[in-house]
């Protein structure tokens, strides 16, 4: 987790905890916190996470810090704690709840014969890179992002999440749940000042989570 995304949860009242790749009991973890973030990192999710061969281009992988990810996404929806997703998080979250990525966003793009953006921008990742459009109801999220990757979710595979936000060439940018507090976003919100709303999103389910934490506990329908 960067200090950005430090700071940026200290600035919405939460204090942040931070766990390490690796063997760890996730019982325990998630017995003590009220919200997990899942933030992006400089690798891909294997096409195996999703039932798929390598087709395209496939950086540097981490399979401890995938499979803690993974893991955290199953559990955070079966225990209802709400979860935020940022840019290779989002991706964890829409692998995790069982659906797939576009594993190279170009490479999609041409066997489709369409043109997309370029999405690994080369200007300063603190400037927005492309503009964003919103679901009705969603339009605080913002009207422009910037842009740091070269997989994305696939539209056709979104494990039940449903689509909020996108790039102007289809793009999928952000996602959330209808059955869980959990909302994934593809760009890197806490290096743009005009993300606080995003943190602040998250930061009100966080405390109604840890006010009704007592209550006894029910599986959401379909939760393995």
């Given at each position: 987790?960067?200090?950005?995304?430090?700071?940026?949860?200290?600035?919405?009242?939460?204090?942040?905890?931070?766990?390490?790749?690796?063997?760890?009991?996730?019982?325990?973890?998630l017995d003590v916190v009220a919200g997990v973030v899942i933030t992006g990192g400089a690798f891909d999710i294997h096409p195996?996470?999703?039932?798929?061969?390598?087709?395209?281009?496939?950086?540097?992988?981490?399979?401890?810090?995938?499979?803690?990810?993974?893991?955290?996404?199953?559990?955070?929806?079966?225990?209802?704690?709400p979860l935020l997703g940022i840019c290779g998080g989002m991706q964890a979250m829409v692998v995790g709840r069982g659906g797939g990525l576009l594993q190279d966003i170009a490479t999609d793009a041409a066997t489709r014969g369409a043109t997309v953006?370029?999405?690994?921008?080369?200007?300063?990742?603190?400037?927005?890179?492309?503009?964003l459009r919103c679901e009705p109801g969603w339009e605080w999220l913002g009207d422009a992002v910037n842009s740091t990757h070269h997989q994305a979710a696939d539209?056709?595979?979104?494990?039940?999440?449903?689509?909020?936000?996108?790039?102007?060439?289809?793009?999928?940018?952000?996602?959330?749940?209808?059955?869980?507090?959990?909302?994934?976003?593809?760009?890197?919100?806490?290096?743009?000042?005009?993300s606080n709303a995003l943190f602040q999103y998250f930061a009100d389910h966080v405390h109604r989570h840890a006010r009704t934490a007592a209550a006894p506990f029910s599986a959401l329908p379909g939760s393995r």
């Open positions: 987790m960067s200090e950005h995304t430090v700071e940026q949860l200290r600035a919405v009242g939460l204090t942040p905890l931070l766990l390490p790749p690796g063997p760890t009991d996730l019982a325990r973890v195996a996470h999703y039932g798929a061969a390598v087709t395209a281009r496939l950086d540097t992988v981490d399979e401890g810090r995938t499979d803690l990810e993974l893991r955290l996404v199953r559990e955070c929806a079966l225990r209802n704690i953006l370029e999405h690994e921008q080369q200007s300063d990742p603190a400037t927005p890179g492309h503009p539209p056709a595979r979104l494990g039940g999440l449903h689509a909020i936000a996108y790039a102007p060439d289809g793009t999928i940018e952000a996602v959330a749940a209808s059955d869980a507090p959990m909302i994934g976003v593809q760009w890197h919100p806490e290096l743009l000042p005009a």
